[in-house]
Structures are given as structure tokens and as C-alpha cells.
């Protein structure tokens, strides 16, 4: 989606998932009661699929690992930003080429949420909020933190457009979302001063200023590495609700935040009016009258779902986390307050340490990633054999689509993913379509990219996880 190949508005299948017909590949599955694929209450449920894993526990990648390929992900792949390598000074041609690059003017027939088409005069002026003849030459480097889960647009707008009346889960200016204590770059401002440009680890696009705290270049960073800490392992968790600290009430921490613990807190003094001994307290951005940022105490239970540290990478912690996402309504570019394909598997790992790009396109092709690259070279006897190859944890890439292996039953492979839906062919030959709009399970193989091709005719990718030994690794599927 940084790349400005297509326009996300008019090309739906770059970037995050999107549904496609789909149809069966080789022989036509019973059909559930439900309309979703041979699926069983117990496959519902994760202790079915850990149950199948021959050594559950075992560390498919070890910490040192992970933190390697995190290192290599910040050099070579260019879809991420490593903002403590960003120079003190910013020029014009940067900045303008990040703007330009995210996408084209909008064009042709949008309709906002009541099914009315939008004019071309509110698109124009849409564009022309951006404000780019007010790039500097040169600026000093500015940093923030994000301070509550905070949308990023593809302009600086809040209007959401949609393809056809009516079809309004797909807004073609989203583009993704930052959680609590991300650390932003602020690059430029829109025309109308609400909004600013900002370079994030794993995005550029706008966001509303007033989810960002302005701070100190060294403030900002050294919040990234304050320890202890706790990491966030269940699907959300919440503060504690609180009346005197409105910002830091309830304030929702997705999959994978880190945020620090003040260790050192008196355990008798009270936090926003609450004694703390049944909670940790965390330490959270908050954005002052002015935008300054200011770091303030909160509380998080001792009985929310979070860790210490991040979760060792397992088979069975892969699959555990995927299933807390489970039925969670799909969300394209993080929009529904929940995700879409790619942000669900890039969540997962998060919460294990290790960092993956924003989109599919990106993850697909990353170069610091392990992964199996498909062309039309590939017949279908070398993709069945790769098939036959996955593993727990793997990740199926199709064009603007990830799924992630859980395991095989009766040797055909299954997966996890984040989808508006699916179509296969009944028993009867009938092209058959499940509306889903949620993180779901499903078979891989029944699958199909249109009428005549399927997932696996059209597989681009696979990410592999590879044990850090190889020899101890568990058998495929």
C-alpha cells in the first residue's frame, strides 16, 4: 500500500485482504450445516490443533534470532522505517516523494457512508489539504509518541469513500492504525492544521494530530527501551477506569504493545485515586493543552492477559494467539477497532518479538524474511509439493491476502485468517459463497482465486518460521 502502483481506492486487491470468488480445487468437501467447509466445533478450539503438534513447546526461533531478523527487516526492506536512523534534518524532496508515493489524487466514483457520490470539487480539496507547496526545504526532525489507537488515512480527511453505495466496509482511504506509544516521525501539516504526516516504523501516511504528543527526540526513544515492561498478549486489554486521568481511562492496548512498568513506584501511593497492589503500573503517553507529550502512571490488572516479556515463539503459542483473535470482525487497514489479514498475523508475531511489514505485498517479498517466491513458472505439482511442506506458523500469501497454517486434518493443511468470506463448489458443482467478515478457520485446498485457478494456482508467497535447529524441527505437514 506505500507503493504507488495502483491507488488502494481503486484497485482492491493490494494490500490488505479483500475477498475474492473463490471455488474447490481437486474434490468437493462436505459442506458443514453452518456453509463454512467440513468445519467441527473442535476445530473452534486450540487445544485441538496443539494436540496434533508433536513437540508444542519447542522454540521455533529463539530470541537472539528474532532480534537479528528484526535488525536485518530495518535495513533491507524497504517498506520499514527505523526512525532512530533518521537524519536531524528532513529536505522537501523526501517528504513531498512520502506524500506523493502513498497515492494518486483520488479519481473516478466514491460515495461516502449515506450512498452519495462524492464531488469532484470535495475530492480536489481533499488533495489539496495535503499542502505541499508548504513543504520546507528543510526541516529539523520532529518526533512523538501516539498516545491512543489513532487511524491512518490516505489524506489527511476523516470522510470515508467506498467503491459502490451501499458497500461501505471497504474505505478507500484507510490505511492502518498505530497503537499507544508508537514512536512517529512528524513530517509535515495539512492545510487545515488538523493533521499531520507522519513516518511510523512500519508506515507513512496522515494522522489527526491530536493522537500524537509531541517530545524530545531522546524522550521519545529512550520510551522505546524503558524496562521493566509488560507486553500485551491477549487480542486487547484495557487500563483501569479512572476519573481523573481521562486519557489514560480504559485506554485500549491491542496484541503486541509493549509499554513500561514503573518498578519503582511506592506500593501505598495511590494511582489516579486506586491503590495499585492489584495492578501493574504502567507508564503511558499523554498529550498536554499544546501537544507537548507528557508520560504519565496508569494501571493495568494483574489478571489482564499480558507477560513480562515477550512470548517465547512456539507452535503452540502461534496457534494460541491466533485463536484469541478468533470471530473478531475483519477490519480493513485496522479500521472496526479491529484489523485486517495482514495486521492479524503481523499482531500475532508481535507478540513474540518479531517485527513484520504493514501490508501483504510488503510481507510477501520482504528480503529479511525466510519465504518461497511462486511465478507463473511454477506448475502446479512444485506448489502442491510446497503444500505438502508447510508447517504450523507458516504464512500462505495469494495476491492481497495472508493465512496462517494451524495444522492438517486427514494431511490436508488448515488455516487461521482474517477474510470477508470465501466460495467453493457444493457437492452438486454450485459455486457457493460464505460471507464471513471475521477471523476464521478454514481448509486451504477447497479454496480457488477465481473460477478456473485456486489459492494454490495462485500462491505468490510462503513465509516459512524456521527453527533456530533444524534438526529438532517438527515434521510437516
Excluded at 7 to 16: D, K, Q, T
Excluded at 157 to 184: H, K, M, Y
Aim: net charge negative; aromatic share 8%.
Amino acid at each position: 500500500m506505500t507503493q504507488k502502483q495502483l491507488p488502494r481506492f481503486i484497485f482492491a486487491l493490494v494490500g490488505a485482504c479483500f475477498l475474492v470468488q473463490l471455488a474447490m480445487a481437486e474434490q468437493a468437501p462436505a459442506q458443514s450445516a453452518r456453509g463454512v467447509i467440513a468445519i467441527q466445533d473442535a476445530q473452534l478450539d486450540p487445544d485441538f490443533w496443539v494436540k496434533k503438534l508433536e513437540a508444542p513447546q519447542q522454540v521455533v526461533m529463539a530470541r537472539p534470532s528474532i532480534e537479528a531478523q528484526n535488525a536485518r527487516l530495518m535495513q533491507v526492506d524497504p517498506s520499514m522505517h527505523d526512525l532512530r536512523s533518521i537524519p536531524d534534518t528532513l529536505r522537501r524532496a523526501r517528504i513531498a516523494s512520502l506524500i506523493e508515493e502513498l497515492a494518486d489524487p483520488p479519481s473516478g466514483d466514491l460515495f461516502d457512508e449515506s450512498g452519495k457520490s462524492v464531488a469532484g470539487a470535495a475530492l480536489d480539496a481533499i488533495t489539496d489539504n495535503r499542502n505541499l507547496d508548504a513543504v520546507p526545504e528543510r526541516q529539523a526532525t520532529r518526533y512523538g509518541l501516539i498516545v491512543h489507537r489513532a487511524d491512518l488515512r490516505t489524506f489527511p480527511t476523516t470522510l470515508r469513500v467506498f467503491r459502490s453505495p451501499g458497500n461501505t466496509d471497504i474505505d478507500r482511504f484507510q490505511e492502518s492504525a498505530l497503537f499507544p506509544g508508537t514512536p512517529v516521525v512528524i513530517t509535515h501539516e495539512s492545510g487545515d492544521g488538523e493533521w499531520w504526516f507522519v513516518v511510523s516504523p512500519r508506515y507513512a501516511a496522515w494522522v489527526e494530530k491530536r493522537h500524537v504528543a509531541e517530545g524530545e527526540t531522546a524522550e521519545v526513544l529512550a520510551y522505546l527501551d524503558k524496562a521493566p515492561y509488560r507486553i500485551v498478549t491477549g487480542a486487547t486489554v484495557e487500563t483501569v477506569f479512572n476519573p481523573e486521568q481521562p486519557a489514560l481511562s480504559e485506554l485500549q492496548l491491542d496484541m503486541g504493545v509493549r509499554v513500561p512498568v514503573l518498578a519503582g513506584h511506592l506500593a501505598d501511593a495511590p494511582i489516579n485515586g486506586q491503590h495499585p497492589y492489584t495492578a501493574h503500573v504502567i507508564e503511558l503517553p499523554v498529550r498536554a493543552e499544546e501537544g507537548q507529550l507528557r508520560l504519565q502512571p496508569a494501571l493495568l490488572q494483574k489478571n489482564a492477559d499480558t507477560a513480562d516479556d515477550y512470548l517465547p515463539m512456539t507452535r503452540e503459542n502461534i496457534i494460541r494467539q491466533g485463536f484469541k483473535f478468533l470471530g473478531e470482525r475483519y477490519g480493513w487497514g485496522h479500521s472496526y477497532n479491529g484489523r485486517d489479514c495482514s495486521g492479524f498475523v503481523s499482531e500475532v508475531y508481535r507478540s513474540m518479538g518479531a517485527l513484520m511489514p504493514r501490508n501483504t505485498s510488503a510481507q510477501s517479498v520482504s528480503p529479511a524474511l525466510q519465504k518461497r517466491i511462486f511465478t507463473g513458472k511454477d506448475g502446479s505439482a512444485a506448489r502442491m509439493e510446497a503444500v505438502r511442506s508447510l508447517d504450523v506458523g507458516d504464512l500462505v500469501y495469494i495476491p492481497g491476502h495472508v493465512m496462517m497454517v494451524i495444522g492438517a486434518v486427514d494431511g490436508q493443511p488448515w488455516v487461521i485468517h482474517d477474510t470477508t468470506g470465501f466460495s467453493y463448489r457444493s457437492d452438486e458443482g454450485e459455486m457457493t459463497r460464505v460471507p464471513l467478515n471475521a477471523v476464521s478457520v478454514t481448509p486451504l485446498l477447497p479454496l480457488q482465486f477465481n473460477e478456473t485457478e485456486s489459492y494454490v494456482d495462485r500462491m505468490t508467497s510462503i513465509v516459512k518460521i524456521v527453527p533456530d535447529n533444524p534438526k529438532e524441527a517438527s515434521p510437516s505437514l
